[in-house]
C-alpha cells in the first residue's frame, strides 16, 4: 500500500462546481465521469413504501419535541448520565402526544450531563407501542461537533452514494416546558429502516425480516479469526432483530464470515467472503467513509466503530451500514488510503485488483456526485451554480444557527459553532478536487498493480 503525505504537493485549484483540476490526467477525469455514471446505473432504487414516519423526518425544518416528565427524573438522568436507566415521559411531536415513553441517557464518548443525548423507546414501558411505526427515536446531543452538522450530512453523502443510511434532521428539545438544546433526530436504524432502504425483492416480500447488529467496539480487535466460540460474536454484536433465535442462527453465519475472511486463500478470498459479506458495497461504503474523513469509522483511527451489520432473510450475505456519523469531517487532507491496511478484512479486499480498483472508481464518483452543480445555471449568471455539496451545508446553516446560539447547554460558544461552520465550509468547498488529486497519485504509484 503506497502511503500519501496529504499536506504535500501543489494544491489544485476548485470551482464552484465539477471536479476540475488541471494537474489530472485526462484518464483520471474520464474515469471519474464513467464512475460517476456507473455508480449510479448500478444503484436500483428500492421499490418506494409508504413512509409513516416522512413528515417527522422532513429536512426543511427544525422540528420541535417536547418532553414532559418529574422534575427530579430528569435531574437524576442528568447526573447519571453514564447510566442506561429509563424514565417514564409523555413525548409531543406537532399535535401528537405519545404517553409513557421510555427515556435514558445514550452515547459512548458523547455522554454529558449537562445536555444529554437521549433515546426515545415508545414501548418500553408500553409494550408494543411505536409512534409512526418508529420503536424509537434518537436524540444526538452534538457535544463532540460544535457544528452541529456532521451527522446529517454525511449521512447524506452516503445515501446520495445509493448507500443505506438513516435519516437526521434537527430538533429543538424542550423538557417541561425549558427549552434543553438543538439536537440531531436520528433515525433509530431498525426495522422500519430496513423496509424503507431495501424495499422489496423480486418476489414481491418486504426486505425487512432479516438479521440486524450493532457493532460493539473493540480497540484491540483486528478482526482476525476469534474461533468458533459464538460467545465471542455475541460479545461484539448486539442483535437488534429476532434476538430470541437460537446462537447458532445468529451467531453462526457472522462466525463463518470471520472464518473466511481470514482463511480462504487468495485466489478464493472474493467468492468465498462475498458469501457472507456484499464485498463491493462494503467496498463502496469504504470509499464513502473515507471521502467525508470519518476518524471514528469503520476505518476510524481507534478501529472499527459505529456501524450495523445486516443480514438478509433467508441468505447468509449481510450489508454494512453507517451510524453515529458525528466525527466526520474531521481532516480536509484525509488520506484515501488511510485505516486500509489496520483490518485482515480491508487488507484483503485491497488485495483484489477489481475491489481496490472499484475503491477508487467510488472515490471519484462520490467526488463527482457531491461537486454537481446545486441548480442549474441561469443565462445572466456570472458566477458559477454552488455545487450540491457547499448549498446543502449553507442550507442547512442558515435553518439551525438561530436555534444553535439559543442552545445554552452546548459544550462550546456561538463564536467557536461560526468557526466550526467556516471548517466545514472549507472542507466541502475543496474536498472533492483534493480526492480526486489523491486518487491520481494512487493510480501513479501503482495502486492498483499488485502489491
Same mark, same amino acid.
Given at each position: 500500500?503506497?502511503?500519501?503525505?496529504?499536506?504535500?504537493?501543489?494544491?489544485?485549484?476548485?470551482?464552484?462546481?465539477?471536479?476540475?483540476?488541471?494537474?489530472?490526467?485526462?484518464?483520471?477525469?474520464?474515469?471519474?465521469?464513467?464512475?460517476?455514471?456507473?455508480?449510479?446505473?448500478?444503484?436500483?432504487?428500492?421499490?418506494?413504501?409508504?413512509?409513516?414516519?416522512?413528515?417527522?423526518?422532513?429536512?426543511?425544518?427544525?422540528?420541535?419535541?417536547?418532553?414532559?416528565?418529574?422534575?427530579?427524573?430528569?435531574?437524576?438522568?442528568?447526573?447519571?448520565?453514564?447510566?442506561?436507566?429509563?424514565?417514564?415521559?409523555?413525548?409531543?411531536?406537532?399535535?401528537?402526544?405519545?404517553?409513557?415513553?421510555?427515556?435514558?441517557?445514550?452515547?459512548?464518548?458523547?455522554?454529558?450531563?449537562?445536555?444529554?443525548?437521549?433515546?426515545?423507546?415508545?414501548?418500553?414501558?408500553?409494550?408494543?407501542?411505536?409512534?409512526?411505526?418508529?420503536?424509537?427515536?434518537?436524540?444526538?446531543?452534538?457535544?463532540?461537533?460544535?457544528?452541529?452538522?456532521?451527522?446529517?450530512?454525511?449521512?447524506?453523502?452516503?445515501?446520495?452514494?445509493?448507500?443505506?443510511?438513516?435519516?437526521?434532521?434537527?430538533?429543538?428539545?424542550?423538557?417541561?416546558?425549558?427549552?434543553?438544546?438543538?439536537?440531531?433526530?436520528?433515525?433509530?436504524?431498525?426495522?422500519?429502516?430496513?423496509?424503507?432502504?431495501?424495499?422489496?425483492?423480486?418476489?414481491?416480500?418486504?426486505?425487512?425480516?432479516?438479521?440486524?447488529?450493532?457493532?460493539?467496539?473493540?480497540?484491540?480487535?483486528?478482526?482476525?479469526?476469534?474461533?468458533?466460540?459464538?460467545?465471542?460474536?455475541?460479545?461484539?454484536?448486539?442483535?437488534?432483530?429476532?434476538?430470541?433465535?437460537?446462537?447458532?442462527?445468529?451467531?453462526?453465519?457472522?462466525?463463518?464470515?470471520?472464518?473466511?475472511?481470514?482463511?480462504?486463500?487468495?485466489?478464493?478470498?472474493?467468492?468465498?467472503?462475498?458469501?457472507?459479506?456484499?464485498?463491493?458495497?462494503?467496498?463502496?461504503?469504504?470509499?464513502?467513509?473515507?471521502?467525508?474523513?470519518?476518524?471514528?469509522?469503520?476505518?476510524?483511527?481507534?478501529?472499527?466503530?459505529?456501524?450495523? +451489520?445486516? =443480514?438478509?432473510?433467508? #441468505?447468509?450475505?449481510?450489508?454494512?451500514? %453507517?451510524?453515529? /456519523?458525528? $466525527?466526520?469531517?474531521?481532516? @480536509?487532507?484525509?488520506?484515501?488510503?488511510?485505516? +486500509?491496511? =489496520?483490518?485482515?478484512? #480491508?487488507?484483503?479486499?485491497?488485495?483484489? %485488483?477489481?475491489? /481496490?480498483? $472499484?475503491?477508487?472508481?467510488? @472515490?471519484?464518483?462520490?467526488?463527482?456526485?457531491?461537486?454537481?452543480?446545486?441548480?442549474?445555471?441561469?443565462?445572466?449568471?456570472?458566477? %458559477?451554480?454552488?455545487?450540491?455539496?457547499?448549498?446543502?451545508? @449553507?442550507?442547512?446553516?442558515?435553518?439551525?444557527?438561530?436555534?444553535?446560539?439559543?442552545?445554552?447547554?452546548?459544550?462550546?460558544?456561538?463564536?467557536?459553532?461560526?468557526?466550526?461552520?467556516?471548517?466545514? @465550509?472549507?472542507?466541502?468547498?475543496?474536498?472533492?478536487?483534493?480526492?480526486?488529486?489523491?486518487?491520481?497519485?494512487?493510480?501513479?504509484?501503482?495502486?492498483?498493480?499488485?502489491?
Amino acid at each position: 500500500m503506497v502511503a500519501m503525505a496529504p499536506s504535500t504537493g501543489p494544491a489544485p485549484r476548485v470551482q464552484a462546481s465539477g471536479v476540475r483540476i488541471p494537474l489530472l490526467v485526462s484518464a483520471v477525469s474520464v474515469l471519474c465521469a464513467v464512475a460517476l455514471a456507473g455508480a449510479a446505473a448500478a444503484q436500483t432504487p428500492p421499490t418506494p413504501e409508504p413512509d409513516a414516519a416522512e413528515a417527522l423526518f422532513d429536512p426543511s425544518v427544525v422540528h420541535d419535541l417536547r418532553l414532559t416528565m418529574k422534575p427530579e427524573d430528569w435531574d437524576t438522568l442528568k447526573a447519571r448520565c453514564l447510566w442506561d436507566t429509563y424514565y417514564i415521559a409523555d413525548f409531543q411531536w406537532r399535535d401528537m402526544t405519545v404517553a409513557r415513553v421510555g427515556v435514558r441517557s445514550r452515547g459512548s464518548g458523547s455522554r454529558n450531563a449537562h445536555k444529554p443525548g437521549l433515546k426515545i423507546d415508545f414501548n418500553e414501558f408500553v409494550a408494543d407501542q411505536k409512534f409512526l411505526k418508529q420503536k424509537a427515536l434518537i436524540l444526538a446531543n452534538a457535544v463532540q461537533d460544535p457544528g452541529m452538522l456532521n451527522r446529517r450530512l454525511a449521512n447524506l453523502v452516503f445515501a446520495r452514494m445509493g448507500l443505506p443510511a438513516p435519516r437526521v434532521v434537527h430538533a429543538r428539545v424542550f423538557v417541561n416546558d425549558d427549552y434543553v438544546g438543538l439536537y440531531e433526530l436520528v433515525e433509530e436504524i431498525e426495522k422500519p429502516m430496513m423496509g424503507r432502504v431495501f424495499g422489496r425483492d423480486s418476489n414481491g416480500k418486504k426486505r425487512d425480516g432479516g438479521y440486524l447488529f450493532e457493532y460493539n467496539w473493540d480497540e484491540n480487535f483486528n478482526w482476525t479469526y476469534p474461533g468458533d466460540d459464538l460467545a465471542i460474536y455475541a460479545a461484539l454484536f448486539d442483535p437488534k432483530t429476532r434476538d430470541e433465535e437460537a446462537p447458532s442462527l445468529l451467531y453462526g453465519p457472522i462466525e463463518d464470515m470471520f472464518q473466511a475472511i481470514n482463511e480462504a486463500r487468495d485466489g478464493e478470498f472474493e467468492s468465498a467472503a462475498g458469501e457472507y459479506l456484499d464485498l463491493r458495497q462494503f467496498v463502496r461504503f469504504l470509499a464513502v467513509e473515507r471521502f467525508t474523513a470519518d476518524i471514528d469509522g469503520f476505518l476510524g483511527k481507534w478501529g472499527p466503530n459505529n456501524f450495523y +451489520l445486516y =443480514r438478509f432473510e433467508g #441468505g447468509t450475505q449481510s450489508v454494512i451500514i %453507517p451510524w453515529d /456519523r458525528d $466525527l466526520a469531517f474531521y481532516e @480536509l487532507y484525509d488520506d484515501i488510503l488511510e485505516g +486500509l491496511e =489496520r483490518t485482515v478484512l #480491508g487488507r484483503r479486499v485491497m488485495a483484489v %485488483p477489481a475491489l /481496490r480498483r $472499484l475503491y477508487l472508481d467510488t @472515490l471519484l464518483a462520490c467526488a463527482a456526485s457531491v461537486d454537481q452543480p446545486d441548480q442549474p445555471p441561469q443565462p445572466d449568471q456570472l458566477e %458559477p451554480p454552488r455545487s450540491w455539496f457547499e448549498a446543502e451545508l @449553507l442550507r442547512e446553516r442558515a435553518q439551525i444557527l438561530d436555534a444553535a446560539r439559543a442552545d445554552r447547554m452546548k459544550p462550546y460558544t456561538n463564536e467557536r459553532v461560526d468557526e466550526a461552520h467556516d471548517e466545514l @465550509l472549507d472542507f466541502v468547498r475543496k474536498r472533492a478536487a483534493r480526492v480526486a488529486w489523491q486518487v491520481q497519485r494512487a493510480l501513479e504509484h501503482g495502486v492498483l498493480e499488485a502489491r
